[in-house]
């Protein structure tokens, strides 16, 4: 598998960001990629919150940020780069209330690959990386034999039709 | 009257939507509650805004997920003889097959549940409950009732 260059990685994970649509919905987007970690970022919205009490973003939306972010961590990883990788399972510990009004952001990175198995972890914090309000494990089942790449042209294609 | 008071009465249908109209994500997901047999069946409707994959098309399963951690709080709520609001301590899910553009049904049971902490299972399915798309269990921390 190729090793991906920076810009490389940073385009093909812009490109994902819109070819999933409810990622692509929620507003999810790229915020760096550091090496082999990546960060992305959630918008508060109104419509996420999950206590109007509090105003916090509801845990579920923080799943969908987690689940993207995780799932995309691969393509940052060397050994993995671009194949397809179905979600297996995902375990979130919820560790503080997400402050209401703030952006959520998600850094996740793959700590271990084997043939056919990516183990990623990660966490979702808001104001600053040190102070997490999520703590999250997955798995990914790595499909070496499905490009990411053919998968992508289609959104290439379709963006040059609209 | 908001949700911390809403709960305290009894859950039936009406009620049911009564808390998921609280909740603003529940609102946007679309989440609804139908009470059969004395149990709760939640309701996903399967709609083009939640999905994550288009080329199949299936579900993003970050959405699968977070239904599923509503569905096991409002029935927590539900079974709880003095109801609060309970907070997740952890979520654990388990894909098994991707969830297709259509309605998804689910139904939680209350493992067990001790003066602090409740462990819930949930279940999600499509077509054949014997077959659920994604199984999850999640611990709750149940707040001292004032």
């Known amino acids: ?32 990629i550091e090496g082999e970690t990546v960060t992305m970022r959630l918008p508060y919205r109104a419509e996420l919150v999950g206590n109007p009490e509090n105003g916090a973003i509801h845990s579920g939306a923080l799943t969908v940020l987690l689940d993207h972010t995780l799932g995309t961590a691969g393509i940052c990883c060397d050994q993995v780069s671009a194949t397809i990788t179905p ?30 198995i990516i183990f990623v972890e990660g966490f979702a914090y808001c104001e600053s990386p040190d102070k997490p309000v999520a703590r999250a494990t ?21 963006a040059q039709q609209q | 009257m908001n949700l911390s008071e809403l709960i305290r009465h009894e859950p039936s249908e009406a009620t049911l939507r009564l808390w998921l109209d609280r909740i603003p994500y ?8 139908e009470v059969q047999e004395q149990d709760i069946l939640f309701i996903l409707p399967g709609d083009r805004k939640l999905i994550g ?26 079974r709880m003889a003095e109801p609060v609001l309970p907070k997740v301590i952890n979520f654990s899910l388990d894909y098994l097959r991707p969830a297709r553009l259509r309605d998804t049904y689910a139904r939680c049971s209350v493992i067990r549940q001790g003066r602090q902490i409740a462990n819930v299972s949930i279940a999600a399915w499509q077509d054949d409950m014997e077959a659920p798309n994604a199984i999850a269990r999640t611990h709750f921390l149940i707040p001292g009732v004032q």
Request: charged content about 20%.
């Open chain 2, 26 to 33: 529940a609102v946007y997901l679309g989440i609804r509650a």
């Open chain 2, 53 to 78: 994959n288009p080329t199949l098309p299936a579900l993003h399963g970050g959405v699968v997920g977070a239904f599923m951690e509503q569905a096991a709080a409002l029935h927590l709520i539900a």
């Open chain 1, 87 to 116: 979600t297996l399972d995902l375990r979130i510990d919820h560790l503080s209330v997400a402050p209401a009004g703030k952006d959520i952001l998600a850094t996740a990175r793959v700590y271990k690959v084997t043939r056919r």
């Open chain 1, 138 to 158: 997955g798995t990914w089942v790595m499909m070496p034999e499905l490009a990411l790449e053919k998968l992508l042209l289609s959104v290439d294609a379709g």
């Open chain 1, 1 to 32: 598998m190729p090793r991906l260059s920076h810009s490389d990685k940073v385009s093909i994970i812009e490109k994902m960001c819109r070819f999933i649509p409810h990622s692509h919905l929620q507003g999810i987007r790229l915020e760096h």
